[in-house]
């Protein structure tokens, strides 16, 4: 089993920063692609970015690249994502997820375990 726990999220303007962090406990976190997905108000849950086990990236969508950059520690157990120049459209509930399946990527089998999810939400 493996428990994941999403810190950072809040309330900020447009064109702030955030960093959301993701602790990881009860399985090996380093052999594991992990990634952070996020859920808009009524929308559907979508992949924002991907990394591998040894924190090669592996994906952004669209409409992050450029502004958000995930990363991950191996030796505190924590994946991370710096959000920059944040706009009113980044406004989700953001989760942190670990597949031990395979690497997490669009098409690719959803993730094992997921956390709980931390709100951003980002006024104009």
């Known amino acids: 089993q493996v428990q994941l726990v999403e810190s950072g999220g809040g309330l900020v303007q447009a064109g702030d920063s955030l960093r959301l962090s993701c602790t990881a406990s009860?399985?090996?976190?380093?052999?594991?692609?992990m990634g952070w997905f996020r859920q808009p108000p009524g929308k559907e849950r979508e992949l924002a970015a991907a990394?591998?086990?040894?924190?090669?990236?592996?994906y952004y969508v669209d409409s992050v690249k450029g502004r958000f950059t995930i990363s991950r520690d191996n030796a505190k157990n924590t994946l991370y994502l710096q959000m920059n120049s944040l706009k009113p459209d980044d406004t989700a509930v953001y989760y942190c997820?670990?597949?031990?399946?395979?690497?997490?990527?669009?098409?690719?089998?959803?993730?094992?375990?997921w956390g709980q999810g931390t709100q951003v939400t980002v006024s104009s």
């Open positions: 990394i591998d086990r040894n924190g090669g990236i592996l």
């Open positions: 997820a670990l597949s031990t399946n395979g690497i997490i990527f669009p098409g690719r089998s959803w993730p094992d375990y």
């Open positions: 009860g399985r090996t976190f380093s052999g594991y692609s």
